[in-house]
């Protein structure tokens, strides 16, 4: 996406960085208040004004160059009126690229201003339909066929499929702890697998055995028993990946609650809080004595009277 390291490790960087950062702030939104916990599409900086918005501005000018990098190479053979094969994907990349501008535009504008008022969830569709677009690129649009190439960027559609579909989950149930921190789990995991590929691409010594370097530096590994066992390779990297990630948000979560809730960062969160607003253990107190139904003792009735039992009836003779 940018040229400070080799292709596609410098996009696992940036999606990586991004799914880290949304998951500390989505876990301590989370451990600080459980009970108005709500999804956020971007997470502003505790900074004076001019830095609240870094996130945006960071990915605005990511995405500008990404989109500059991939124009300059493709633009200068279009003077015949005819995209070169060799381009196609270079403007397939442009495409889904420019909802990610559009979504970062429209975020600084209606955030900084009120000349953009936004219903719930605009920003975040905006945002999803940028991963949907890269999804169909990569479905249709890359290498088809059975090569290593193709099977590993089968495996990204899966984790963009995820992605998506959560991102659009929290649109419906934007409260639900559960999807938001799954949807920042994916969004690092676009990251590491990124940068698995570029590993792949770029580091000579990952040659999987039996292949060698293919067109676009990528391995191309013949069919059989080479293709299987470097298919094989990738999949185990795809599912330590995975239970990487999943154990690093629970331990995250761990330590998150460690220090939020019992540790010497107490005070300066409680400051923060909204002094007319209930706390959370305020407001689970008043739900809890809501649940507990009133019992109230009913007076014995006054036409009962206690019955001895030397007043018992004899029989009529």
């Known amino acids: 996406m940018v040229s400070f390291l080799p292709s596609h490790m410098d996009q696992g960087v940036i999606f990586g960085v991004l799914g880290l950062w949304h998951a500390f702030n989505t876990l301590s939104l989370y451990i600080r208040t459980p009970r108005r916990f709500r999804y956020r599409t971007w ?3 505790k900074l004076p004004w ?5 996130e945006l501005w960071i990915l605005l000018f990511i995405v500008l160059m990404f989109i500059y990098t991939q124009m300059s190479h493709a633009l200068p053979d279009l003077s015949s009126g005819v995209i070169q094969p060799a381009h196609i994907q270079r403007f397939q990349h442009v495409t889904f690229a420019f ?3 559009l979504y970062t535009i429209v975020a600084l504008v209606s955030e900084q201003s009120s000349f953009l008022p936004l219903p719930p969830g605009v920003l975040q569709s905006t945002f999803a339909l940028g991963f949907l677009l890269e999804l169909l690129v990569f479905h249709f649009g890359h290498h088809p066929g059975d ?6 960027h089968m495996l990204m559609q899966i984790v963009l499929l995820g992605l998506v579909s959560f991102m659009f989950m929290e649109i419906l149930w934007p409260q639900n702890f ?4 799954t949807r920042c789990m994916l969004l690092g995991f676009k990251g590491t697998w990124f940068f698995n590929i570029g590993i792949l691409i770029n580091v000579p010594s990952s040659m999987p055995l039996g292949c060698s370097s293919g067109t676009n530096d990528f391995p191309d590994c013949p069919a ?20 990487g990630i999943v154990t690093g948000t629970i331990v995250g979560y761990a330590l998150l ?15 923060l809080e909204d002094p007319l607003t209930k706390s959370d253990s305020d407001a689970d107190a008043d739900e809890e004595n809501e649940d507990v ?9 006054l036409s009962r009277r206690p019955v001895s039992r030397n007043s018992t009836m004899s029989p009529k003779r």
């Open 43 to 45: 997470f502003p900086v």
């Open 50 to 54: 001019t830095f609240k918005y870094l």
């Open 99 to 101: 909802f990610f501008l």
């Open 147 to 152: 090569t290593l190439e193709s099977f590993i």
């Open 178 to 181: 559960l999807v938001a921190i």
């Open 224 to 243: 059989g028993e080479p293709l299987m066992r470097a298919k094989a390779i990738q999949v185990l990297v795809f599912g330590c990946q995975m239970l």
């Open 257 to 271: 609650n460690r220090f939020l809730i019992k540790g010497p960062y107490l005070q300066i969160l409680e400051d």
């Open 293 to 301: 139904p009133v019992i109230s003792v009913i007076p014995r009735s």
